[in-house]
């Protein structure tokens, strides 16, 4: 591994908002989805820079399903990963390539901010009031005492119960700031 890499893990490490979900590195304090994919040459080709283009193509694709893989289990829209882009390229001198794809979920303002005390991290939550359920867009978390006249959120399982309109808040984006999480 690159000494980019093993200082993103160690940091990582420390941080409870950031997990491993089908083998990319999901933050939810950011709402962002990296993975990290190589391929090696193919030394049938005579030289490490004819094989390279192919190497970094087999690792993008690598890289790009294990975004796939995460969105599918974090229930994010698979078009997310449209939006993916390569953060970094680290072509070796043997003419294979590691690739860093990253992909950030939330897109635009959050339309609400929520304080729960504890809670698990779900990028695309579900808010119940009552009987009433709706989805949000994306949720971002923060670690932290909420602004004051910040609505309450509780944990229930995977849903949060609040005391809000959650008809008008499906599909839309929220931070959430967690006391403790799950």
Do not use: C, H
């Amino acid at each position: 591994m690159s000494p980019a890499v093993l200082l993103a893990t160690a940091l990582a490490a420390g941080n409870p908002l950031v997990r491993t979900v089908a083998g990319a590195e999901v933050d939810f304090g950011t709402g962002t989805i990296t993975a990290r994919a190589g391929a090696a040459a193919d030394y049938r080709l005579p030289s490490p820079d004819v094989a390279r283009p192919g190497a970094e193509r087999r690792a993008r694709a690598a890289a790009l399903a294990r975004l796939r893989a995460a969105l599918a289990e974090l229930k994010v829209p698979a078009e997310v990963a449209s939006r993916a882009k390569a953060t970094a390229v680290d072509y070796q001198s043997n003419g294979g390539v590691l690739v860093t794809m990253a992909v950030t979920v939330p897109e635009g303002q959050p339309s609400v901010t929520l304080s729960a005390p504890a809670s698990s991290l779900v990028l695309a939550p579900v808010l119940v009031r009552g009987t009433e359920e709706a989805v949000l867009g994306w949720a971002i978390y923060r670690l932290g005492v909420a602004p004051s006249g910040t609505p309450a959120a509780r944990r229930d399982g995977d849903r949060l119960k609040v005391e809000i309109d959650v008809q008008k808040l499906a599909g839309a984006g929220a931070v959430i700031y967690v006391g403790k999480v799950r």
